[in-house]
């Protein structure tokens, strides 16, 4: 008999680890995991921050959650984190690489000090973290899912930013398109212990005080875009609830853009 939608969207009793889990983005995806029943231990450096969120996550789905401090750059700190997990839940099913912290640079004012921090953090640290966790989820079939950028594979336009403040740094770019690659690699090279690895590329969405502080800059993303609108955090909710449970059982390898069709024109 097949089955139901609703039943393979389902991740009752499965364990999600979600590094820069407390963040913008982050945030939304943790609120749908737990949506769908899972238990979620959140990540990222600030460890008030991500246990605020747990603790909504628990009161607000009735699931189990944790959160950590973390700084992801450092792999035994990841090792202790993935072990804690294992140890409080005894399981883990879903690895999402999401955190992200860079110095805003343009390609002339960046450093080389900078463009080593933003690859260490943007793309040393997702191998490093699924390098620990990989053992785990050859035990449960599990997935990995890496948060990568529309600018891992089409370039920024320069004429948009208009400033420092709002600039793109090349580092970005570079990190995001090595994730997307890394993405199809442990794809193809983790296929044997059944590991489904894709990757989404989130469009433009602006926090919410660059957007209020700059609306000519926010009125350009719009007009760009097929859409004609930024993304909010909720956008993300479908592809990571389709890529992350059952319903996305047959999909390994690929990049989603989450967009509004900014890179397909």
């Known amino acids: ?30 609120e749908v995991l737990a949506e769908m029943g899972a238990h979620v231990v959140v990540v990222s450096r600030d460890g008030t921050k991500c246990t605020a969120l747990a603790e909504r996550l ?14 992801i750059r450092e792999p035994e700190e990841i090792r202790q984190a993935l072990k804690q997990t ?51 989820l050859k035990q449960t079939q599990g997935v990995i899912l890496n948060t990568a950028s529309m600018y891992g594979h089409v370039a920024p336009d320069y004429r948009i930013y208009d400033g420092l403040h709002l600039v793109n740094p090349p580092s970005y770019g570079a990190a995001k398109a090595g994730v997307i690659q890394l993405t199809k690699y442990l794809a193809s090279f983790l296929s ?8 989404v590329s989130p469009g433009p969405f602006p926090f919410p005080q660059v957007a209020e502080n700059n609306p000519a800059f926010l009125a350009t993303l719009e ?38 069709g900014w890179t397909a024109w």
Request: charged share 20%; with cysteine.
């Open 1 to 30: 008999m097949m089955k139901k939608l609703l039943d393979m969207l389902s991740l009752k009793g499965k364990v999600a680890f979600v590094t820069g889990g407390a963040g913008y983005l982050g945030t939304a995806m943790c």
């Open 86 to 136: 294992v140890d409080t839940f005894g399981r883990l099913d879903i690895l999402i690489n999401n955190a992200w912290s860079g110095t805003t640079n343009s390609f002339d004012s960046i450093s080389y000090e900078h463009w080593e921090r933003d690859l260490n953090m943007g793309l040393t640290a997702v191998f490093a973290t699924v390098k620990e966790a990989v053992e785990y």
């Open 223 to 260: 007009g760009k875009n097929m859409l004609g609108r930024v993304g909010q955090p909720a956008d993300l909710k479908g592809v990571t609830a389709l890529l992350c449970s059952e319903a996305g059982a047959y999909i390994t390898g690929q990049n989603y853009a989450v967009d509004g």
């Open 58 to 71: 628990t009161a607000e789905y009735g699931v189990r959650a944790m959160g950590l401090g973390v700084n």
């Open 192 to 199: 044997p212990h059944r590991i489904r690895v894709n990757a």
